[in-house]
């Protein structure tokens, strides 16, 4: 019968070990690592969660058993350590830091019997990471292509993990020996005929120019949504003939289930976009004992015009900044509220057309009147 004494995190005991103690007990140490498991964290924790199996000897009685990590930067406090004999019984009574070694552990072990005991170990260390990556191959027509995420093991302590069972948040495990100082890539999937959307952006806020991005989400329709996307360097590809023509690279964000994935080819001339102010007036002005603005409103009026000099149709977003209150008063056009002093327009142009958005906005409260230069 399988007996379990002495579960216990490592809540470490900041002291020597005697003297006495040494010289009665003799000091087990703990054998290399028979099995090895390194997780990766959700959000991309700068620390792994590392896992391993090792074999210990016990006498009968007291027993004092160490175990170091030379090469490895631990973070003591995170240590974990069961015990699993299959006779008997075991319980670690106390756990301590070495003296005048910062990554060095002492058990302090009683055993029922002679025999040799399975110990599963666990720890968060430093220096060893994942590096996300991503590819995208479009198809020529710009509607569906390859979506491939891959992974790489970055390991840069002198540590050798052999055989080591390596788990990321969203796939299956994979065996890699990785050594010191060692990069190990692996693919962990691959989407085909991902529908994508091609999608024109323009923002008043301080671009000069129209974006190009391409659009899908992370959801089961676009065979994806198992988990979130980690943040990483996109690598976008256009089929062409029998190869591939490198378009540009992007940085993907941390993406969760269900949001947008928005990857940037560059800027474009062929969709114009012009913001201009018509008309700009003070209105319920209040002022302060000498005679100052105080406060007061201003009411803008202006107009949009989008041109579409491509032989295509376009989905063009065009975002507005306005101030932090604000009342619209006319427009020709719907719009949708991005956030609180943002809005953003959406539309669908023909090919080689034009369209002009009207509006007249009121920002309420402003301090001073102070009248914030306009983008145009």
């Not at 959000?43 to 160490?66: C, D, F, H, W």
């Not at 302090?108 to 260390?125: C, D, G």
């Not at 050594?179 to 190990?184: A, D, F, I, L, Q």
């Not at 959801?219 to 976008?236: A, M, N, T």
């Amino acid at each position: 019968m399988r007996t379990l004494l002495g579960l216990m995190t490592a809540a470490f005991l900041l002291v020597g070990i005697a003297e006495v103690g040494l010289s009665r007990i003799e000091l087990i140490t703990l054998p290399p690592r028979e099995e090895v498991r390194i997780r990766f964290l959700p959000l991309q924790s700068p620390k792994a969660l590392i896992q391993e199996r090792r074999s210990v000897t016990l006498e009968k009685g007291e027993n004092l058993v160490e175990l170091s990590w030379a090469n490895l930067d631990i973070d003591l406090q995170s240590v974990h350590v069961i015990p699993m004999p299959q006779k008997g019984q075991v319980e670690i009574e106390s756990i301590s830091i070495r003296p005048g070694s910062a990554n060095s552990l002492i058990w302090h072990v009683m055993s029922s019997e002679a025999m040799e005991v399975p110990v599963y170990i666990s720890y968060l260390a430093s220096g060893i990471k994942p590096e996300f990556s991503y590819i995208l191959i479009l198809d020529e027509k710009d509607e569906k292509g390859s979506f491939i995420c891959k992974a790489k093991v970055v390991n840069t302590t002198p540590e050798v993990f052999q055989k080591a069972q390596i788990e990321f948040p969203f796939r299956p495990p994979v065996k890699l020996t990785i050594k010191g100082r060692e990069s190990r890539a692996v693919e962990l999937f691959k989407v085909e005929n991902l529908p994508v959307e091609k999608l024109y952006v323009f923002d008043s806020r301080g671009s000069e120019t129209t974006s190009v991005y391409y659009v899908f989400k992370n959801d089961e329709p676009h065979g994806l949504g198992g988990s979130i996307l980690p943040s990483g360097q996109v690598h976008l590809y256009k089929a062409e003939g029998d190869g591939f023509v490198f378009l540009s690279e992007d940085l993907l964000p941390r993406t969760p289930v269900g949001d947008e994935v928005r990857i940037r080819l560059g800027g474009t001339k062929e969709v114009e976009v012009k913001k201009k102010l018509l008309e700009r007036r003070r209105t319920n002005i209040r002022r302060s004992v000498n005679q100052r603005i105080a406060l007061c409103d201003i009411e803008e009026r202006f107009r949009i015009t989008a041109k579409n000099h491509r032989k295509e149709k376009i989905k063009l977003e065009i975002y507005v900044g306005l101030n932090d209150e604000w009342e619209m008063k006319e427009c020709s056009h719907k719009y949708e509220k991005e956030d609180s002093s943002t809005i953003k327009f959406i539309l669908q142009m023909e090919p080689d057309s034009k369209e002009v958005i009207n509006f007249r906005v009121l920002g309420k409260n402003i301090i001073g009147g102070q009248i914030r230069p306009v983008v145009m």
